[in-house]
């Protein structure tokens, strides 16, 4: 062991005594950085002035609420183990007296995750609880309830097949119908009578409409297409739905045109459907969404509110239930990303990163049209605006460099916190760096943006190793702060904790991410069509050695899923510039990925693309791959084959190359358990303490 380093394992903790070049005072921990709860899954009340969300506090999920007028949080439910369960579909009763969820994670492929090993496999359950007296229910296996605006049953999905239960009642659940292929999206009509859904077929999709009276299913305009986002006309008689033409292509390569995408209304009662309005050929005939429950709101004057990129950015446009030309309500460079209508239909809420691209704020406009009003300033991140049913307030999320995402609410124009106890006491808030933004060349000239975080004690002179940290999806775009995905969360974490033990930190906004717009977005060769991100990779690391403040020799990668295939890319393809890597259920080999995600896929079918495909995978490299690595992978992934991680450490042994590796049995894609985002963490930590000093 070297003189000048040493570790200490107390309770699994790594603990940096000395490196050379530089000795950081570590001031927090990694499991004090991760203790922040991160709140999700925010919802307004129909009635009450109510808003409710989630909050996963070191791996126990439950639902918080606040009530006007003051608007304290409290946490309504009382689960309290790290059990992986998680909490989704939240939706009120119509008197705002009680809440729907499912607990449990999503079921795939007929199985339900386990990741703590159990011996009876948690089912995923829909649940009632009572705001008056905390009391759970249970409803029935399932998933994503939605409770009728009479409030007399919750309808949920089960199976892919659609069932219900008395709400108030304690009865057995029973299947409402049997549609092939899997039911999803529940939209219930105005007055309670009906019940829209989605029917996906694989291939083709139907909106169909359930009629409790007759117990009768009408099928809207069916076609060969993919038909979806059903949204209710205001009196009950009409479905609005988003039409995608059925298109043959390989995933994680560019599109940005195809056969244009279509908004269709037809008849609640009868069927007969007509096409409202259709995008342009060019840019913005393939629909890009936003984040957000649905993609097409009902709003005042019978317009129809929706995202569209027609100018290269994703806005938000309308158009009358009639026709005519889209009118844009939030034109500009940059793009709209959550978005609600008020209880009114009147007001649009949404986040954008308007003249603050790598952040978030609030804004409003009308479904008219007219300028924009920003509600949210500053250095600040806010995003899942969720207006009260009286207008008089929008609860959000807000989070920024030091503090994690917390639930508050404007009104009048007063921002309150609605949970500020929640931070734990020892969240090392005021010893977080705040990451400067920086807009760096790729290898091949274009400008990409990237978050640099400081060590907080750097000197004149000094040389510190640096980390580049790559986000996955790659729909993704890490901000100047505390992320609004949970994934995120924790790796905005880590990157703070480095930046703690003295590395310089490089979070990567690389091409075929969200944010600057659909020509960054689908960029040319990228993914399995060329890997061009590479070139970010690559001019990423350059930036970095170039930095009189970076030691050169020790310039490390890490990230997970796509970030994970960017990582073990630039160790295969610049082992002599990269040190070494900790690459968390990274793809490896394309065509196996693609053939996750496709079922038929064939690549002796396709020659071209799987060769192509080939050539953009790490597995076309390894051969001058050099620098060590640590793998961390869940055997239960559902996102990327765990069978890549094998496969892996497979060619790596045989290469010779150093390899650890941290597998978790039973764990999936984004891990379910917080244990194992700690573990992996420290994990991590460990590696790179002795492999890039």
């Not at 994990?683 to 002795?690: E, G, I, K, Q």
Request: glycine share 10%; charged share 20%; hydrophobic share 40%.
């Amino acid at each position: 062991m070297n003189a000048n380093r040493m570790l200490l394992h107390v309770t699994g903790i790594s603990l940096l005594v000395a490196i050379p070049g530089f000795a950081e005072k570590r001031s927090f921990t990694i499991d004090q950085i991760m203790s922040a709860p991160f709140a999700e899954h925010l919802v307004a009340s129909p009635a009450g002035g109510k808003v409710a969300w989630v909050f996963n506090e070191r791996g126990a999920r439950n639902i918080w609420v606040a009530e006007p007028p003051k608007y304290v949080g409290r946490r309504l439910t009382s689960y309290k183990e790290d059990d992986g369960q998680e909490i989704t579909g939240l939706d009120w009763s119509a008197d705002g007296s009680s809440v729907a969820y499912a607990r449990g994670g999503e079921e795939v492929g007929s199985t339900d995750p386990n990741p703590l090993s159990k011996p009876n496999v948690p089912e995923q359950t829909v649940w009632i609880v009572s705001l008056a007296k905390a009391e759970t229910r249970s409803v029935g296996p399932g998933r994503s309830p939605k409770i009728s605006p009479k409030g007399e049953r919750v309808a949920f999905v089960k199976g892919g097949q659609i069932w219900w239960a008395p709400l108030t009642v304690k009865e057995k659940a029973q299947q409402l119908l049997h549609t092939r292929g899997t039911c999803q999206t529940l939209r219930w009509s105005p007055d309670g009578a009906k019940l829209a859904f989605v029917s996906d077929r694989s291939g083709h999709a139907f909106i169909g409409v359930y009629d409790w009276k007759t117990q009768q299913v009408t099928w809207l305009d069916p076609s060969v297409d993919n038909d979806s986002e059903p949204v209710w006309s205001p009196d009950g008689k009409e479905i609005a739905f988003l039409r995608n033409p059925r298109e043959h292509r390989l995933p994680f390569t560019p599109r940005r045109s195809g056969e244009p995408w279509s908004i269709r209304l037809a008849d609640a009662a009868t069927g007969k459907g007509r096409l409202v309005w259709q995008a342009a050929m060019g840019t913005g005939s393939v629909f890009h969404g936003i984040n957000s429950e649905t993609q097409l709101w009902w709003a005042a004057g019978d317009r129809i509110v929706f995202p569209w990129e027609r100018e290269g950015w994703v806005h938000l446009y309308s158009v009358g239930m009639h026709g005519g030309a889209a009118v844009p309500l939030t034109p500009g460079n940059f793009e709209v990303e959550f978005a609600s209508l008020s209880h009114d239909r009147g007001t649009v809420v949404y986040a954008s990163n308007q003249d603050d691209i790598d952040r978030r704020h609030l804004w409003n406009v009308t479904p008219a049209g007219g300028p924009p009003k920003q509600l949210t300033f500053g250095n600040g991140i806010e995003w899942s605006p969720a207006i009260t049913d009286d207008g008089k307030a929008i609860a959000y999320f807000q989070a920024d460099a030091r503090q994690p995402g917390q639930p508050a609410i404007l009104i009048d124009r007063e921002n309150r916190k609605l949970a500020p106890e929640s931070l734990p006491s020892d969240f090392p808030q005021q010893a977080l760096v705040e990451p400067q933004q920086v807009i760096l060349p790729a290898a091949d000239g274009l400008s990409i943006h990237g978050q640099l975080f400081l060590p907080p004690n750097l000197r004149a002179g000094e040389r510190r190793p640096a980390m580049i940290f790559f986000h996955g999806g790659s729909r993704r775009q890490m901000v100047l702060g505390w992320h609004y995905m949970r994934y995120y969360h924790n790796t905005y974490a880590f990157n703070q904790y480095l930046a703690s033990l003295g590395y310089i930190v490089l979070s990567v906004n690389y091409r075929s991410g969200i944010g600057y717009g659909m020509e960054f977005r689908e960029a040319i060769n990228y993914g399995a069509g060329g890997a061009s991100e590479f070139n970010d990779v690559l001019g990423a690391g350059l930036y970095l050695r170039g930095r009189s403040d970076v030691d050169q020799k020790h310039i490390g990668l890490w990230g997970g899923s796509y970030g994970g295939y960017l990582t073990a890319l630039g160790l295969a393809r610049a082992s002599d510039l990269f040190a070494a890597g900790v690459d968390i259920h990274g793809v490896y080999d394309w065509n196996a990925e693609i053939r996750n995600w496709v079922r038929d896929y064939e690549p002796q079918k396709r020659e071209d693309a799987a060769r192509r495909a080939h050539q953009s995978s790490p597995i076309a490299d390894v051969k001058t791959w050099r620098s060590p690595v640590l793998v961390i992978h869940g055997d239960d992934d559902r996102n990327v084959p765990f069978t890549e991680t094998v496969h892996l450490v497979e060619d790596l042994r045989k290469q010779r190359v150093h390899v650890e590796e941290l597998i978790f049995p039973d764990e999936v894609h984004d891990f379910l358990t917080h244990v194992r985002w700690v573990q992996a963490m420290k994990a991590a930590d460990d590696f790179l303490n002795r492999h890039l000093h």
